[in-house]
């Protein structure tokens, strides 16, 4: 069984191929009287739409999605809610060298290996173009929760980090980059820039945070908050790491410098756990970063195999993104608002 769906109250599945004539997802699960249309998920898809500047992918798509159902005179009707995006302009002859060999940091060889058969063109489902649909899917979750504000920026491209003394939200609009830091902006344009022209790409880390998420949320055993955090963002293309709160950062403090010390309120004197205790949202702040590799279809030839098992040597050709952390900062925003959505309904479910 090939698993496309993802949720458990409010659960969505997507379907289509990068190379096919459309991509789409059905949303499930959504409560009815919501005030929904096309404009609501258009200016999440534009955060991620190819072609918009130098520093991504060149092809061209305006992913105007269309609402096929679940919707009658503007409100959710509690049915499913279809969403479709048209594919415009599909290159397949850019992967023709793909048919023959397998690109070595892409999923070529292990979609074979699974299924004895690939679509090659763009990489199939293995396409971040698939995430459109979970963009498209996370503007609806959004609307579930309108108590919850979630920004999601880069905090670290090609191993250059921001100066947190310098963090400016109003900066992250005002780049191509998704950068809070006007300074950190204009270094990583250049490594952007120098990675393209080598044929070359970079990774990035990608932080969200959710604010006005109550307590409450989440589950002390099997469907801990960031655990299904977790799993969301590490279901995301190139996604190779995730940390909640300190993270990483944590095992190397002393307890009494880790524990989020608590007043009356109550109140929190730190947040290192992330705005997550036990499982459960303590009402803080909900912080999640997301490292991704760097793109693996370069220019820069490299050693791999074909099916037969014979040695040879590919350089992928096509538009691809130099960064693919530029634009996974929506799609990141996008699953945190289907996952604090879908705890949002299960806690109205058990606890009222």
């Not at 069984?1 to 004539?21: K, Q």
Request: charged fraction near 25%; hydrophobic fraction near 40%; charge should be neutral.
């Amino acid at each position: 069984m090939s698993v496309n769906s993802f949720g458990r109250v409010l659960r969505f599945t997507t379907w289509g191929e990068s190379h096919g004539p459309a991509i789409g997802a059905v949303v499930d699960g959504c409560p009815p009287g919501i005030a929904l249309s096309e404009a609501d998920i258009r200016p999440w898809l534009d955060k991620r739409r190819p072609g918009a500047s130098r520093f991504t992918t060149q092809r061209r798509e305006s992913d105007q999605v269309r609402i096929l159902s679940g919707t009658f005179e503007g409100r959710t009707t509690g049915t499913p809610i279809g969403l479709l995006i048209e594919n415009e302009d599909q290159r397949s002859k850019d992967y023709s060298d793909v048919a023959k060999a397998y690109r070595p940091g892409h999923a070529d060889y292990t979609y074979d290996a699974k299924y004895g058969f690939r679509d090659w063109r763009g990489g199939g489902r293995s396409s971040a173009r698939e995430t459109a649909m979970r963009v498209a899917a996370g503007a609806v979750a959004r609307l579930i929760i309108p108590e919850v504000r979630i920004l999601a920026y880069l905090v670290e491209l090609g191993g250059d980090s921001i100066d947190r003394d310098n963090f400016d939200a109003a900066a992250i609009g005002q780049n191509a980059l998704n950068c809070p830091e006007a300074a950190a902006a204009q270094r990583w344009e250049q490594k952007v820039d120098e990675a393209r022209k080598a044929g070359s790409s970079l990774g990035a880390v990608v932080e969200c945070v959710a604010e006005g998420v109550p307590a409450g949320w989440g589950a002390p055993v099997y469907a801990k908050l960031d655990a299904e955090l977790a799993s969301a963002m590490m279901s995301i293309n190139a996604a190779k790491g995730v940390e909640i709160g300190d993270g990483f950062a944590a095992a190397r403090l002393r307890g009494e410098d880790n524990a989020d010390a608590m007043r009356a309120g109550p109140t929190f004197l730190s947040n290192h756990a992330g705005g997550i205790l036990g499982g459960i949202s303590s009402g803080q702040p909900v912080v999640v970063r997301t490292a991704f590799k760097p793109t693996s279809s370069i220019l820069t030839p490299m050693p791999t195999i074909d099916r037969e098992g014979n040695e040879t040597e590919i350089s992928t050709k096509g538009r691809h993104d130099p960064c693919v952390g530029i634009r996974a900062v929506p799609v990141v925003e996008a699953m945190m608002a289907l996952v604090l959505a879908d705890q949002k309904l299960l806690h109205r479910a058990q606890c009222g």
